[in-house]
């Protein structure tokens, strides 16, 4: 089975602050790998994803992912948030072993909420 | 924005009532998925479908029910909603020929059991 855990429950920073937030996963083989953010009030979209090649991934509105396999993790970060970037962000993983059923399933962390105080 | 629609947007209703919610897509993707949102929880997957009358159960499927009779719409069913149920819902979809698609969402449902 797959697992993802996201290491911040709820992270508040300034405005032009760098951002981090964690992201590991435990799947015994090939992954994809995704962050959605949801804005409040709003439906999840996707930030970015990895599937193979350079690990180091970028996304929309300035943001980017390192996908390190040796420590399972892909961390999200940004070098300046802005007020905007107030969301609930969610790591999730897609382990590439065949089910039998048909389907790649997805499995997601709990989220962390990003407050950006202008 | 992934052509999905969900209905109802907002449902409140009380225990021991029948309830179904609607996802209806313009992609003709063959995955269908149905989730649940709770503070704390993340998403957790409830069904999904992988084609027209195929479906199978995710983590939290007790107390669900889905059907798929045609390529566009995946309902999911409380047969008898409880409060424990209360909940935000969503739907999404994805085409998995070249294993290189995201899922991408629904508005979700925000469903209240009084």
Known sequence: ?118 | DAGITQSPRHKVTETGTPVTLRCHQTENHRYMYWYRQDPGHGLRLIHYSYGVKDTDKGEVSDGYSVSRSKTEDFLLTLESATSSQTSVYFCAISELRDKNQPQHFGDGTRLSIL
């Not at chain 1, 709820?10 to 405005?15: A, D, G, M, P």
């Not at chain 1, 790998?33 to 804005?39: A, D, K, M, T």
């Not at chain 1, 065949?98 to 962390?112: D, H, I, M, R, V």
Request: with cysteine; charged share 15%; glycine share 10%.
């Open chain 1, 1 to 118: 089975a797959q697992s993802v855990s996201q290491h911040n429950h709820h992270v508040i920073l300034s405005e032009a602050a760098s951002l981090e937030l964690g992201c590991n996963y435990s799947y015994g083989g090939t992954v994809n790998l995704f962050w959605y953010v949801q804005y409040p009030g709003q439906h999840l979209q996707l930030l970015l994803k990895y599937f193979s090649g350079d690990p180091l991934v970028k996304g929309i509105k300035g943001f980017e992912a390192e996908f390190i396999k040796s420590k399972f993790s892909f961390n999200l970060r940004k070098p300046s948030v802005q007020w905007s970037d107030t969301a609930e962000y969610f790591c999730a993983v897609r382990g590439l072993r065949y089910s039998g059923a048909g389907s790649y399933q997805l499995t997601f962390g709990k989220g962390t909420k990003l407050s950006v105080i202008p």
